[in-house]
């Protein structure tokens, strides 16, 4: 066992306090605020349907390299040298596939598809050697077949960057549906099997911690694109306007997350024997959708603030009331998997955004400016709502165990 022990040490310990979010997982995270920013520029910059698919397609790689890396520095301790040098590697190789971000879909496919797979296959060997090392073999095969299954995808990627084209989103959709449907059957692989969902116990703190930070990590890349457009606009009433209207939807949006959401779910979690289920639905797969909802929001606020008083065209009605509906949808989901109703203010709101999607173009003088204060507004009303019917923190406390200890997904 000797022999073992300095390998030993590169995996967290599950005492109290030893899941706490290491400095260098938030350094690693300077990456994402790049390719965050970059997502959002790619969208404003073909702001169609089809740019609305190639930002999708590229934002959900992104968020899985993130998420499944949160994984990992949830059982390894980034703090060790070998650990912090394989984050920092993946740093650099989440540098060149942010950079190819505005060109994924024209001459750059191949960087991105590379790196993409570096990042994954690459990590998940790092972790397979540090299980086999260290005596884990049912470990190890977790980890083996979630590189099985990243070996399935990869074909699908490097075709698509070779061929170019409608073909190359189609190819790209099929390899992320392929790893997306991974976690839901468990990683089975012909004669290894599915994983035993027991297998995969996180600490919950460290999970909830990493994906609120993300979250802060979204919210202020809105800030970043709406404050730089605005440092190059005129000062007039209505881009100041503008810019007030950006800043409230942030903290709007932050709220709606943070006031209650985040901190019932680091308890709901932390308090249930079955983290691993909540982790995957919760935390892998919901987040995605609060994500989603938060580079729309950077989006429709950069449109917003570049035209606030010309006539309301389709495409900007369409991407800041999805902003706003999409991460109440993300909010509901979110809450109703930590142990929370099914919340009406967040339904309501989003049947009130829909209704205002399709009568907005039918209001004469309407404008993107007044389009966004109405959608903040109608956010804000949530919030109130949800301000005032919300448990105190003892019942939340007591609602988040006996959800946790219910609790099937």
Do not use: C
């Amino acid at each position: 066992m000797t022999r073992y022990l300095p390998v030993v040490r590169l995996f967290r310990s599950r005492e109290p306090g030893a899941d706490r979010v290491a400095f260098i997982e938030l350094f690693f995270d300077l990456v994402f605020v790049f390719a965050v920013t970059q997502l959002s520029h790619h969208l404003i910059e073909h702001v169609t349907f089809r740019g609305a698919l190639e930002t999708l397609v590229m934002l959900v790689a992104v968020w899985w390299v993130w998420i499944y890396t949160t994984w990992v520095t949830n059982w390894m301790n980034p703090e060790k040298g070998p650990v912090r040098w394989m984050l920092i590697a993946l740093m650099l190789a989440g540098l060149v596939l942010s950079t190819a971000i505005p060109y994924a879909f024209d001459d750059r496919g191949l960087q991105f598809a590379l790196a993409y797979l570096v990042m994954q296959i690459g990590r998940t060997i790092f972790v397979v050697i540090s299980y086999r090392r260290i005596g884990e073999p049912e470990a190890a095969l977790n980890l083996t077949r979630i590189t099985i299954w990243f070996v399935y995808s990869a074909p699908f990627w490097i075709a698509g960057a070779l061929i170019g084209g409608d073909l190359q989103l189609v190819l790209w959709s099929i390899a992320l549906a392929v790893e997306l449907s991974a976690p839901a059957v468990r990683y089975w692989v012909p004669g290894i099997k599915a994983s035993p969902i027991e297998s995969w116990q996180v600490a919950g703190g460290h999970m909830s911690e990493r994906a609120g930070l993300f979250m802060i990590l979204a919210l202020g890349e809105s800030i970043i694109v709406t404050g730089t457009l605005f440092s190059r606009s005129e000062i007039t009433t209505s881009t100041v306007l503008a810019l007030l209207a950006a800043f409230v939807g942030t903290i709007l949006f932050w709220l709606l997350y943070f006031s209650h959401g985040a901190e019932h779910g680091n308890r709901f979690i932390s308090a249930s024997e079955q983290t691993g289920r909540i982790a995957r639905l919760t935390y892998t797969y919901l987040h995605m959708v609060l994500v989603g909802g938060v580079v729309l929001l950077a989006v429709g606020d950069d449109l917003v603030l570049a035209h606030p008083d010309d006539p309301l065209d389709a495409a900007t009605n369409a991407i800041v009331v999805a902003a706003a509906a999409l991460y109440l949808l993300g909010n509901l989901l979110f809450k109703r998997s930590i142990g929370r109703p099914w919340l009406r203010s967040h339904l309501l709101g989003m049947a009130a955004l829909t209704a205002l999607w399709a009568l907005a173009p039918l209001v004469p003088g309407m404008t993107p400016l007044a389009l966004t204060w109405i959608v903040n507004g109608i956010v804000a009303l949530v919030v109130v709502i949800d301000e005032y019917v919300w448990p105190t923190d003892e019942e939340a406390e007591r609602e988040a165990q006996e959800a946790a200890d219910s609790v099937e997904i």
